[in-house]
């Protein structure tokens, strides 16, 4: 449930006041809450398991996460309830929820690196900046089986009584490769005249060469092509001994025409839809600039045939950007109705990461309709904004609404969202508690688990705080920074001139030695130097 119309809001908590009906709900949920204790929960790294919402008992734990309510029903309206295609700046009292899917993509931050490089700022509409945080490894704990691990943490900013709140939710790691289901998959690869530039269709050859010598023998690949035509080179194919026929349909691959997107979509679900295999991971994967310019160019019209292949046979996209002129648009729209994610390459090391080292993460499926709700208290918070999440909000009632469309997380995967949070002062005890809801993706059973966060967790200066979250608040800060001049809100709490963030990014690169860091800091001076 994704709304492109829903933008940046800052949300306003109220303990005094409770309108109407929903406003009943929360100070009745309030006083109950006053015999639950999510066990576990402390802030960094606890963490609370339970099945369809059932929570432990013990002491107060503040506001419950996720209201139970029947599915599907709305509740939005006069009472504050954020409703589909709404954009408020200010949420009434008492809307202290914070629904949204999970993702993964990291196009966006890829794709800013790239046009930075090329001595360009990236615009603005294409900067989310989850897919910046969700860029850089994180350090959170993981889970011992399928599912998320839930850590909550925070620290201050320089601005009087604002934080910047973490949820990090994390996934297990990759099984040896002989655990994980088989694979199918269809590569649907862009051969139209724009990808012959240097950095497209020889990368995506050279990544899928090198994918297929990783892929085991029980996996299938089929291979689809798409200019101003589409056409299947290969048919779903067991690799077994047949990687030499699969390499030679790789070397074989030319640019030619036009890009008829909607084409290559069609005849890639098609393929992938005769060749559908039973218990494997099934999943598409478009390799592209997303530069259609022929055929159907509407992006509804494509999208359709990918949530029909979704829904009737749990077909998945993964969308690889190339290029330096990028469809990034398209692309983001395409992998949200397709249930996938999408990341960007714009040279052999992007590709080798995407292809090779992370593998297992981009083609498996550990949590299918991954939902996460944040319950700040409004006894303890005054106001606070998720920091991107734009098309991805969900309904608050929805989070346990099995039916909404959600995200799908591989093994592997962490997904970090951060809320800039201003406590009310002297405020002291429980802050918020956080919530993930997923489907396992092969028996479709529920599962949740929780984390929560004590105001006494943020008294540590940003920073001077853990590493890891001080490069997600640079990331944070970076693409909040890129945004300025849209019409998405205000600059961050906190926020610093870029110069002074590059500063931050080298400190922090050198405290983590990651070379990931290291190019993040690159890029932010590239962008100051830019904006003068």
Request: a negative charge; proline letters at 5%.
């Amino acid at each position: 449930m994704r709304d492109d119309h829903i933008r940046r809001a800052w949300r306003t908590t109220s303990p005094g006041r409770a309108a109407g009906p929903r406003g009943a709900r929360v100070l009745l949920g309030l006083a109950l809450a006053g015999g639950l204790l999510l066990t576990g929960c402390s802030a960094g790294d606890g963490g609370h398991s339970s099945a369809d919402g059932a929570h432990g008992s013990g002491g107060y734990a503040g506001p419950p996460p996720a209201p139970d309510r029947t599915p599907g029903t709305a509740q939005g309206g006069p009472d504050g309830e954020q409703t589909d295609g709404a954009r408020r700046e200010i949420a009434p009292s008492p809307d202290y929820l914070s629904t949204f899917a999970l993702d993964v993509d990291t196009a966006s931050y890829g794709y800013a690196r790239r046009s930075l490089a090329d001595g360009r700022l990236p615009d603005p509409a294409t900067v989310r900046p989850e897919e910046f945080v969700n860029s850089f490894r994180q350090d959170y704990r993981r889970p011992d089986g399928n599912g998320f691990s839930v850590t909550v943490d925070g620290a201050r900013t320089r601005d009087e009584d604002w934080s910047l709140v973490r949820v990090g939710l994390a996934t297990r790691t990759a099984a040896p490769d002989g655990e994980r289901p088989p694979a199918a998959l269809t590569f649907v690869i862009d051969v139209s005249g724009s990808m012959g530039e240097p950095g497209r269709l020889d990368l995506a050859k050279d990544s899928l060469g090198a994918m297929t010598d990783r892929l085991r023998d029980d996996d299938s690949v089929a291979l689809v092509t798409f200019s101003d035509e589409a056409e299947t080179v290969l048919p779903m194919t067991r690799l077994g001994h047949h990687r030499d026929r699969v390499h030679a349909a790789i070397d074989r691959l030319g640019p030619t025409e036009s890009t008829n997107l909607g084409a290559g979509v069609r005849a890639g679900y098609d393929t992938a839809v005769e060749g559908l295999r039973r218990g494997a991971t099934n999943r598409v994967v478009l390799i592209s600039d997303a530069l259609a310019n022929t055929g159907e160019t509407d992006a509804d019209t494509i999208l359709e045939r990918i949530s029909g292949a979704r829904r009737e046979h749990g077909i998945t996209l993964f969308g690889v950007g190339v290029g330096s002129e990028y469809g990034d648009a398209l692309m983001e729209r395409l992998a949200d109705r397709g249930d996938g994610h999408t990341t960007y390459v714009s040279n052999d090391e992007d590709a080798r990461k995407v292809f090779c080292e992370q593998l297992p993460e981009n083609i498996d499926l550990t949590a299918r309709d991954a939902k996460a709700q944040v319950a700040f208290d409004p006894a303890t918070v005054r106001q606070f904004r998720l920091i991107g999440y734009d098309d991805r909000q969900v309904a608050d009632q929805d989070f346990r609404d099995d039916r909404v469309d959600g995200g799908e997380i591989g093994p592997g995967h962490t997904v970090t969202a951060l809320y800039a949070v201003r406590t009310r002062p002297g405020a002291s005890g429980h802050l918020a508690t956080a919530s993930v809801r997923w489907l396992d993706p092969r028996t479709r059973a529920p599962h949740e688990e929780s984390g929560a966060l004590e105001t006494g967790s943020l008294h540590e200066d940003l920073w001077t705080s853990a590493p890891r979250l001080q490069v997600d608040a640079v990331a944070a800060y970076f693409a909040d920074a890129l945004r300025t001049g849209d019409d998405r809100g205000s600059a961050l709490p906190g926020a610093l001139p870029l110069s002074a963030l590059a500063g931050r990014a080298r400190t922090v690169a050198s405290a983590t030695e990651d070379g990931a860091v290291r190019d993040l800091a690159d890029s932010v001076e590239r962008a100051s130097r830019l904006t003068g």
